[in-house]
């Protein structure tokens, strides 16, 4: 009887590493499909349709990602590290909904305020579906991973992301319609993904839709903080896309968002390592191993940042050549440029990994303090610079914007540490 328990807890334990190596291997997968769809949609485009839809496309595909917040709301973060329960199942769902909503209404009020032509405001709206079915996988997920089955999560992230990827390419290339192909891309998209994962969520916990007031007033508060750092961040990206729009041609807007993209993928990259690690650094955190907490994220920083370094030394080689092949568009001129957007989607990387420990720690409003400081120095600096300096002054002002909000972020985590320990 005595070796009984030793043996049980062994293989406990043992089944636990099992399903936490499943979880980092589809994680990885999933986001590395997640990252690549990006990539994928937006070489479709220009090497179907042409530099100058692209750079529709692409403009639509920032505006689709900064409303994205919207639909998302920063729950995400919070959901994965509610480990008491706090909210029910229903309460996440519900809000998914609402704010779904919202972000579709807010891409249309974007539309208007911005006066596009009815046909560029159509293709906004539809990239907007196609990344809205970002959120609404998004609080499937969230679940998936609390229940500690993020491996599961992983596999239907990768399902859906090759589906979206397949019928964007077949549908652009026989219509060579992109309207047509978005509208078709998010339609049925969306469909796929609730079909998956409402199947594989109500194996652990079935799925209701219960208003509860008490609880959307408390999620609302807890995550407005985390959906206005989300919000300000893709504002980050975006606004030196805004000023290029303002003040350069289309096809420099293209020029932009090709060599962007690979400093975007870095930030989506660096939730390989850390997104499996949430709900664990909230429990060390609530549970006092401060050590331990701050040890893993010293280690996950160091790793954002080692990474940085590996991709910029193999871009410098052949980024810019590969991406003039990928896209079938030249950009080899642009190598200097090219290099500053990936170190700022190094710090950029590491600016959203100290978002989600800062949510664990619950410290909303320093997220929400950090970014708007963040916010409005980018966007004197870009609108002021990219007049004069084109594409290389909005590089610039992004890679400088994102060194500044790192510092604070880290300072906010460190200085937050530091007063708990005292206490």
């Known amino acids: 009887m005595a070796s009984f328990f030793p043996e049980r807890l062994s ?12 979880s980092y291997l589809w994680n990885t997968i999933g986001s590395i499909l997640s990252a690549a769809s990006s990539l994928f949609l937006l070489m479709c485009v220009t090497r179907v349709v042409g530099a100058a839809e692209g750079g529709i496309f692409s403009l639509a595909f920032a505006t689709a990602q900064l409303v994205l917040t919207i639909g998302k709301f920063g729950v995400r ?13 229903s309460t996440y769902f519900v809000s998914r909904g609402i704010t779904c909503i919202l972000m579709l209404m807010l891409g249309a009020g974007t539309v208007v305020l911005a006066g596009y032509s009815l046909y560029k405001g159509t293709v906004v709206l539809a990239v907007c579906v196609i990344k809205m079915v970002d959120a609404v ?20 992230l990768a399902a859906r992301n090759i589906f979206t990827m397949v019928i964007f390419a077949v549908t652009i290339t026989m219509s060579k319609k992109l309207l047509f192909t978005c509208w078709i891309t998010g339609i049925s998209s969306l469909a796929l993904c609730i079909m998956l994962n409402h199947v594989y969520v109500n194996k652990y916990e079935k799925i209701k839709f219960c208003w509860n007031r008490t609880e959307q007033k408390a999620l609302f508060f807890a995550c407005f903080p985390l959906f206005s750092g989300s919000f300000l961040s893709l504002l980050i990206y975006n606004i030196p896309k805004y000023a290029i729009d303002i003040y350069c041609s289309t096809e420099i807007q293209t020029y932009y968002a090709i060599i962007f993209m690979p400093a975007f993928m870095i930030n989506m990259f660096s939730e390989f390592a850390f997104k499996p690690m949430l709900t664990s650094l909230a429990e060390w955190w609530k549970n006092g191993e401060r050590q331990r907490f701050i040890a893993a994220t010293v280690k996950l920083i160091a790793n954002i940042f080692l990474v940085t370094i590996v991709i910029l030394g193999i871009m410098y080689l052949i980024g810019a050549d590969i991406l003039s092949f990928v896209y079938g568009v030249d950009v080899t ?39 708007s400081i963040g916010t409005v120095f980018i966007f ?18 992004y890679v400088l914007a994102e060194i500044v909000l790192c510092s604070l972020m880290l300072w906010s985590t460190f200085h937050t540490h530091k007063k708990d320990f005292k206490k």
């Not at 973060?77 to 199942?89: C, G, K, M, V």
Request: aromatic share 14%; proline share 0%.
């Open 137 to 156: 996988e998004d609080v499937y997920h969230g679940q998936l991973q609390l229940v500690n089955r993020l491996y599961i999560a992983g596999k239907l």
């Open 77 to 89: 973060s919070y959901q994965a590290t509610d480990i008491f329960h706090e909210l029910s199942l």
């Open 333 to 371: 001129s642009y190598k200097m440029e090219l290099m500053l957007l990936l170190l700022g989607g190094g710090f950029s990387a590491a600016v959203y990994f100290l978002y989600n420990v800062l949510s664990a720690m619950r410290r909303q409003k320093a997220i929400f303090r950090n970014y």
């Open 11 to 22: 293989g406990k334990m043992e089944k636990i590493n099992k399903i936490t190596a499943k």
């Open 380 to 397: 004197f600096l870009a609108f002021y610079s990219v007049k004069t300096g084109g594409m290389s002054a909005a590089a610039l002002s």
